[in-house]
């Protein structure tokens, strides 16, 4: 797993956007995906999108669909979540987190918060309407 430093949140206005990054000190063989979260007060940490470090499979919850995108930059090492279209609804911490190689029966693995290795401390996103 690989230790991750979040920044880019904020406030912005509904429609706007909004760009968080996901820096990483380091990679190792059994680094595999890496994903986003995000938690609203007095809410359940609820699944944004995820990628993998090789190949070009990205998921994306249906709520964010066609408003976000997850990108990486292998050569620093770093994963972006790129976020368009602001609603008041999206306002929440968001957490980006490792996963490491395993095997894993469920075909929505991603999505789920305990399959994750390492959490970042998470930076804020409040978008006003």
């Known amino acids: 797993q690989v230790p991750v430093v979040e920044s880019g949140g904020g406030l912005v206005q509904a429609g706007g956007s909004l760009r968080l990054s996901c820096a990483a000190s380091g990679r190792t063989f059994s680094d595999y995906a890496m994903g986003w979260f995000r938690q609203a007060p007095g809410k359940e940490r609820e699944f944004v999108a995820a990628?993998?470090?090789?190949?070009?499979?990205?998921y994306y919850a249906d709520s964010v669909k066609g408003r976000f995108t997850i990108s990486r930059d292998n050569a620093k090492i770093t994963v972006y979540l790129q976020m368009n279209s602001l609603k008041p609804e999206d306002t929440a911490v968001y957490s980006c987190a490792s996963a490491m190689s395993r095997v894993r029966s469920d075909s929505i693995w991603y999505q789920i918060p305990t399959e994750y290795d390492y959490w970042g401390q998470g930076t804020q996103v409040t978008v006003s309407s």
């Open positions: 990628i993998k470090w090789s190949g070009s499979s990205t």
